[in-house]
């Protein structure tokens, strides 16, 4: 039983990086260019507010944004559902008149049902189920429709289900685990900051991968708004700077010339808080690393919690955004993401697995 659950994961997770793996070297260039905006932006050489900014800007998060198309079309290639309706489903995801008021936090409803309000752009598992689900009923309906309307009518009724299921079931579901989470953490904070740290500073890069981090994000946004700190996003950082680590040990590790260049760039992209690259491209289809993260996002939350860091501003945890937590215990968060770094170096260092694994498409 137990090697049928280990075969069922290890599927699970070839799959879902085999999703990524086609467009990881972009993931690391827009993550870098993003990166390098930060750091302009924190340095005063470029403003925010400038022209050139919003150019560059969406340069570097169109592809997070619109993440979902892109997993539209590799997801389908990858589960063999038609990647062209899957894309066309994804941008009823992102269709900007239903997007705003779901983003708000609106229900609407269709034909009675309710659609709870969820955040779609930058998200990853809704859109994966939905590229599997739309598999099934595409089969379903060669099986079942004449040939002489197959054509048409294949497209328009996978659009209308897998549309309907996916804003039905799929996106409230993530929504619903990632809330009951985040006051689960809220509860462990109230009982020990040091416990949280570790429990958050664990899970959190693997919860990205399903989504369910954005709950904690919006927490974080909440607690700016209203309070002008919040402890969320500091316990979040030794966790990103753990997935620059690890890549960094695996690239040494690694004798494939291509894959190094791969590697430096998603651990580069890591520490200017754009984890994607070295999650879905380096460490997570070798598991053991990812492994690694969770061990030095754990011990460096631990840290980060009792340091008592806050951030002051809202910011995703990087290398750029460390002045946003500059106040009480900054010195000791800083060494906590030194410490989340190092230690998830070390263990990938000290664990034995296959580096150079082959791409298969």
């Known amino acids: 039983m137990a090697e049928k659950k280990k075969s069922a994961v290890n599927v699970i997770i070839d799959g879902i990086s085999g999703i990524f793996l086609p467009i990881v070297n972009?993931?690391?260039?827009?993550?870098?260019?993003?990166?390098?905006?930060?750091?302009?932006?924190?340095?005063?050489?470029?403003?925010?507010?400038?022209?050139?900014?919003?150019?560059?800007?969406?340069?570097?998060?169109?592809?997070?944004?619109?993440?979902?198309?892109?997993?539209?079309?590799t997801a389908a290639r990858k589960f063999g559902s038609n990647p062209f309706t899957a894309v066309v489903i994804a941008g009823i995801l992102l269709y900007p008149s239903l997007t705003t008021p779901l983003e708000a936090g609106e229900t609407l409803r269709f034909l009675g049902f309710p659609l709870k309000g969820v955040t779609y752009h930058s998200s990853?598992?809704?859109?994966?189920?939905?590229?599997?689900?739309?598999?099934?009923?595409?089969?379903?309906?060669?099986?079942?429709?004449?040939?002489?309307?197959?054509?048409?009518?294949?497209?328009?009724?996978?659009?209308?289900?897998?549309?309907?299921?996916?804003?039905?079931?799929?996106?409230?579901?993530?929504?619903?685990?990632?809330?009951?989470?985040?006051?689960?953490?809220?509860?462990?904070y109230g009982l020990s900051p040091a416990i949280a740290g570790f429990c958050l500073g664990a899970v959190i890069q693997p919860m990205v991968v399903f989504g369910f981090h954005w709950s904690f994000i919006l927490i974080g946004m909440n607690n700016i708004m209203v309070s002008g700190q919040d402890t969320v996003l500091a316990l979040m950082g030794p966790a990103?700077?753990?997935?620059?680590?690890?890549?960094?040990?695996?690239?040494?590790?690694?004798?494939?010339?291509?894959?190094?260049?791969?590697?430096?760039?998603?651990?580069?992209?890591?520490?200017?808080?754009?984890?994607?690259?070295?999650?879905?491209?380096?460490?997570l289809p070798r598991k053991k690393p990812m492994a690694a993260v969770c061990v030095g996002g754990g011990i460096g939350g631990i840290l980060a919690g009792i340091s008592g860091a806050?951030?002051?501003?809202?910011?995703?945890?990087?290398?750029?955004?460390?002045?946003?937590?500059?106040?009480?215990?900054?010195?000791?968060?800083?060494?906590?993401?030194?410490?989340?770094?190092?230690?998830?170096?070390?263990?990938?260092?000290?664990?034995?697995f296959t580096v150079d694994i082959p791409y298969q498409d």
């Open 124 to 188: 990853v598992i809704p859109m994966i189920l939905a590229a599997g689900m739309l598999y099934f009923v595409e089969r379903l309906l060669e099986h079942v429709l004449p040939d002489l309307v197959k054509d048409f009518l294949t497209p328009l009724l996978s659009i209308l289900v897998v549309g309907f299921t996916t804003l039905f079931l799929f996106g409230p579901f993530g929504a619903m685990v990632g809330d009951v989470l985040a006051i689960g953490y809220g509860f462990v």
């Open 310 to 352: 806050k951030a002051m501003a809202f910011a995703f945890p990087s290398l750029a955004a460390l002045p946003v937590f500059y106040g009480k215990g900054f010195g000791l968060y800083v060494v906590s993401c030194l410490i989340g770094f190092a230690t998830s170096f070390a263990v990938t260092m000290s664990l034995k």
């Open 26 to 73: 972009l993931l690391s260039a827009a993550g870098i260019l993003k990166g390098v905006l930060a750091v302009l932006s924190a340095a005063a050489v470029l403003s925010a507010e400038s022209e050139t900014y919003l150019v560059l800007n969406a340069m570097g998060d169109s592809l997070f944004y619109f993440l979902p198309m892109i997993l539209a079309f």
């Open 240 to 283: 990103v700077f753990a997935q620059s680590g690890a890549a960094l040990a695996v690239m040494i590790k690694s004798k494939d010339k291509a894959f190094q260049t791969i590697c430096a760039s998603a651990a580069l992209s890591a520490l200017f808080g754009i984890t994607e690259p070295a999650m879905f491209g380096v460490n």
